[in-house]
């Protein structure tokens, strides 16, 4: 008799294990075409990298993961699912992102932000561009226009900062409309506003596609800017090793996107239909953005800034305790778990550098300075062309085209602020010695010119010069 109760009472223990094995969800909003989230987002979607880090040991040994993924156009809607709690993470950019929390907190709820992804301490990737054929060469040439935004993204804070350092008032001395990316393209192409201000990649892409000009980089307003990822706070505490393995993947995409920035440039545009010469512009070597996890400063003042700026639009008037939002205990462990130093790689701002063993296409000779790289990307091959001079790269440029290869980008980095550059986009100042500078504004090339010598050039005269052989 005894023996039957104790059989019984194990099937019944059994049988009760069985029956709470519990099914976890992890439901990650993502920004596909904002490609600063990729190693948040469609990386780890596409290659399946969460899998390979969940925890699947321990309370979590008969669990069932429940991995659902859902796609965005911007933050908002975004922050919408996540409040209303059919989103466990989310990625978006610092004022969407602070958003994110001032909405939670309204629900009586809490997001924590808990890494970043990519981004810029001085403010690259934001950026304002001009309809193709427009005569508008710097932002100062804009009084009295239209200028579209995305309202209350981190482009709009940008533009806002850009008008103010000009002395001017927003409201009186320029027209800003809110227009999503998509609408803006479409005015841009039929001349129907005369400045656009956007966010990753679209100061980029709209240029790439030529149908508009970069006349302003964020960099200019020196204002730090980037893309992170949020996750329900009541989530985290619940399930802090799914909120650590997601960051662990996280960390693979990023070393991954390192080691071959054309090879995950090319997935992203299979997946987005954004060029891969867009996304290598921002994330290959030396490109517009780092890709960093890690809290720097600059990025929490970042947040700062951002809800200062959403009140003042008066899209809230509620505060944000960044200490309280910023979590990093989750980044810490996944930085631990992949045998990292999180605090070094807090300390390092450097940003994606050539490997020590390249070579200029051209010459053959090592590169020992990438202050004056330029690149070279032919359709068809899986890698770019680096070299140490614009010289060496037009040089190049001029028989590729003669032997009729398809060119996707040429690069080259800004003479002055140092940032990547679409080499067809800029502005040049040859100098006596036959050297090249790049720049991305006329007036910054023609300062030069000023002050140094040389001629002022674009980039359809360097090519025809040299191909001259003048």
Known sequence: MRLHLALAGFALATLSLVTRAETIRVAIGTQDTTINCATGGLLIRE????????????KYQNVTYDIQWKNFTSGAPLTNEMVAGKLDFG????????FNGVAHLDAGKRSLFISVLSGSVRGSGNGIVVPAASPVQSLAELKGKTISVPFASTAHGMLLRAVAAQGWDPEKDVRIIAQAPEIAGSALRSNRIDAHADFVPFAELFPNRGFARKIYDGSQANAPTFHGTLVDADYARKYPEVVTAYLRAALEA???????????????EKVTGIEAEVSYL???PLGLQTRDLTWKPEYRQAISTAIATLKLL??????LDVDRFVDDQYLRAAFKQAGRDYDQALADYAPLALPADTRDTLTGQPIKDSKRLAQIWVRGEPKVRHYASPES???A????????????AVYAQDAG???KLLANQAWFVRNGQGELAAFLLKEQAERQAREQGGDVLDFASVNQRLVAGR
């Open 47 to 58: 290659l399946g990298l969460l899998d390979r880090y969940l925890p699947k040991d321990g």
């Open 91 to 98: 990625a978006m950019a610092e004022f969407p992102a602070s």
């Open 254 to 268: 990023d070393r991954l996107f390192a080691a071959e920035p054309e090879k995950y440039s090319e997935l992203i």
């Open 282 to 284: 921002f994330h290959g």
């Open 314 to 319: 008066k899209r809230t008037d509620r505060g």
């Open 393 to 395: 790269a037009f040089k």
């Open 397 to 408: 440029l001029a028989t590729l085209e003669q032997e009729g290869k398809d060119i996707r």
């Open 417 to 419: 602020s140092g940032i």
